[in-house]
């Protein structure tokens, strides 16, 4: 970090301080959003008269952004004032969404309006996300990044996990239109809560480095810091076996499943994994300050990897019930991974850095799930377990290798 950024940093602690609070608070309101849409959005494409091939579309454009955008979101999250993008980003999406709610509600809905909509928002998604864990160090003091963002990681998972997919399918059965006011009202929520913020504002250099130049650098610094890459990329293959385990999960659940639950069962199933994620998150502070990061890497791997396998080897429900528990074990990996991030690269190339990292950790999705479809294809679904248990296994073998020795600075 810069330090002109350290020289502004509020004196009190990340979780007391108001500046993180309301940033916490629109974190909190947009993935409780982001949650909600990821429902309703295939929902609407099935209303509108679309098929599996309308689904994957306006699904693949609201993923597009991350893996074609984000290292130019990375530019500009570096060059202009973070707060400022915040909000607009936050307006952008309110408006959209306040847009596509009265076309739905008038009529007049298409599916290529709501690939359009699937487009913007999830180009608002990558910029609104690379700004505000960009930002984190910036109102949170280096020996307090755990405790922060495992109250983010916390959020993400209730909000993102368990309440909005919940929401999202009871508003989304009632009516489109309502989820995605709902949507809008949420993004407006976090409008409102990041007027009152004050990020410090670093200006960039006065000579500015070509977008091209740009771009370079912040894949260099990434490539250069040999933790950093190790992260990026073990977080790519955790995500493939995540992807993989999540394809492959529900064909095993549900009805004529080898498990045999019902829809509604299988929702109390993921549920429990939320809240295997939340609890991890509120003991992530606590682990990471008493144990080196090496550890935390390696034990968090080991059960996230064994909890990912457990289907492979029984159909029992309790006892997949705690291999799902177990895969929350992956919020203590992306707590001490991102807070090494920010605390090792300058502010003023955090942003590139992080769109770069995050790149490549969620270009795991696609491939995982791609994964998943070739085994179940030419095998069967259940192997898709034990391969996606051994991604894990490789990944924290690697990033645990590649971790410096040292525990995290002392509160």
């Known amino acids: 970090m810069s330090s002109t950024a350290v020289a502004s940093l509020p004196p009190s602690t990340a979780t ?3 500046p993180f609070t309301r940033l916490w608070g629109a974190f909190g309101a947009g993935t409780l959003a982001d949650g909600i849409y990821q429902v309703a959005l295939p929902v609407a494409a099935l209303h509108l008269g679309g098929g599996a091939g309308s689904v994957a579309l306006v ?7 991350w893996l074609v955008a984000s290292l130019h979101v990375g530019v500009l999250v570096d060059r202009v004032d973070r707060r400022r993008l915040l909000l607009l980003v936050s307006g952008v999406r309110f408006a959209v969404l306040a847009l596509l709610a009265v076309l739905l509600t008038a009529g007049w809905g298409s599916i290529a309006a709501l690939a359009a909509v699937a487009l913007t928002l999830g180009v608002c ?30 959020t993400e998972t209730v909000a993102n996990r368990f309440l909005g997919p919940a929401l999202g399918g009871v508003l989304a059965g ?16 976090a409008f409102t809560a990041l007027l009152g913020l004050w990020i410090p504002h670093v200006p960039p250099p006065a000579a500015r480095e070509s977008v091209g130049r740009a771009l370079r650098t912040g894949l260099t610094v990434l490539w250069r810091d040999r933790p950093l890459l190790s992260y990026a990329l073990g977080g790519c293959a955790v995500n493939c076996g995540f992807a993989a385990y999540y394809v492959a999960l529900p064909i095993l659940a549900l009805e004529p ?5 019902t829809a509604g069962g299988y929702g109390l199933l993921l549920a429990v994994g939320g809240i295997g994620g939340l609890l991890t998150s509120m003991a992530s502070p606590a682990l990471a300050r008493r144990y080196p990061v090496r550890r935390c890497i390696a034990a968090s791997a080991v059960l996230l990897a064994a909890g990912l396998a457990v289907p492979a080897v029984t159909d029992r429900v309790p006892l997949v019930a705690l291999g799902v528990v177990a895969t929350g074990a992956v919020v203590l990996i992306s707590v001490v991974t991102v807070s090494y991030r ?11 850095v ?7 950790a969620f270009g795991g999705l696609p491939l995982g799930s791609g994964l998943a479809g070739l085994i179940g294809g030419f095998g069967s679904s259940r192997l898709v377990f034990p391969v996606a248990g051994a991604l894990v296994v490789v990944a924290g073998a690697a990033m645990t290798l590649a971790t410096p020795r040292e525990k995290v600075p002392a509160t």
């Open 16 to 18: 007391g301080n108001r």
């Open 59 to 65: 699904l693949m454009a609201a993923r597009a952004p």
């Open 125 to 154: 998604e990558t910029i609104f996300d690379t700004a505000l864990h960009s930002s984190t160090p910036r109102v949170v003091p280096g020996e307090r990044l755990e405790a922060a963002n495992s109250r983010l990681q916390a």
């Open 174 to 189: 009632a009516a489109t239109a309502a989820a995605f006011g709902a949507v809008g009202a949420l993004y407006l929520a």
């Open 257 to 261: 499943g080898g498990l045999g639950l």
């Open 342 to 352: 920010q605390r090792a690269v300058p502010d003023e190339m955090l942003g590139r």
């Open 354 to 360: 992080t769109a770069a990292y995050r790149m490549f």
